[in-house]
Each structure stands twice: as structure tokens, then as C-alpha cells.
Nanobody, 124 residues
Framework: VQLQASGGGSVQAGGSLKLTCADS????????MAWFRQAPGKEREFVAG????????GYGDSVKGRFTISRDGARNTAYLQMESLKPEDTAVYYC??????????????????WGQGTQVTVSS
């Protein structure tokens, strides 16, 4: 698995962005996928996750109702649609993958594969 995140950028508060995480290795095994973020001086936190089957999704409290995670069928490609962005959403966003399971894991240590980060900057 080789995850590559893209789609970050700068946007004004209230705007939207869509992040993409793709597995450049095109692995045949399907994984649960997730997005985390890390703001300067803060710990990396869970943003959203989706199961291998797309049946289950989970969100961090700070993004519920504003962000939507989805995936491309049975491929290890995940998207994060971010709406109503706030300055506090400014962070480096990382995508991650783990062996498939029926639950959405929120812990950093539970994810086996990580992509490079993509910067999201929201100005007021």
C-alpha cells in the first residue's frame, strides 16, 4: 500500500475543499481508510474513517455535519469532502489505512499505512 494524499490548499472560512487519498500500489486487498489531521503544536487527531465495505463511517466531533468521507468502491481510494470550513480546521491532513474490520478505529496506532500529508489552510 502506498497512499498519496492530494487536494489541500488555501480557502476562506465557509469555503470547501475535497481531499483525495489514492493507493498508488493499487493493492488487491481492501482496507479500512481514514483521515487524520495535525495542527501546529497539537497532537494528530482522528477526522473521519470508512470501512472497507463503505457500510460504516465515523467522524470526529469537531467535523460532524461538515465533512463527509467516501471511497471508490472496492479500491483503496478515499475522499474527504470538507464544507463550511473554519480557521480551526487548518492543519496537515493525513490519510491512513488498516486491515479491514467491521468497526471504525480512531487511534493512530491502529493504522498500518500512512500517506504524506496535505496542507489545508482556512483563513478568516
Amino acid at each position: 500500500v502506498q497512499l498519496q494524499a492530494s487536494g489541500g490548499g488555501s480557502v476562506q472560512a465557509g469555503g470547501s475543499l475535497k481531499l483525495t487519498c489514492a493507493d498508488s500500489a493499487d493493492s488487491h486487498t481492501v482496507y479500512n481508510m481514514a483521515w487524520f489531521r495535525q495542527a501546529p503544536g497539537k497532537e494528530r487527531e482522528f477526522v473521519a474513517g470508512i470501512s472497507w465495505s463503505s457500510i460504516r463511517t465515523g467522524y470526529g466531533d469537531s467535523v460532524k455535519g461538515r465533512f463527509t468521507i467516501s471511497r471508490d468502491g472496492a479500491r483503496n481510494t478515499a475522499y474527504l469532502q470538507m464544507e463550511s470550513l473554519k480557521p480551526e480546521d487548518t492543519a496537515v491532513y493525513y490519510c491512513a489505512a488498516k486491515t479491514y474490520s467491521s468497526i471504525i478505529s480512531v487511534g493512530i496506532s491502529e493504522y498500518e499505512y500512512w500517506g504524506q500529508g496535505t496542507q489545508v489552510t482556512v483563513s478568516s
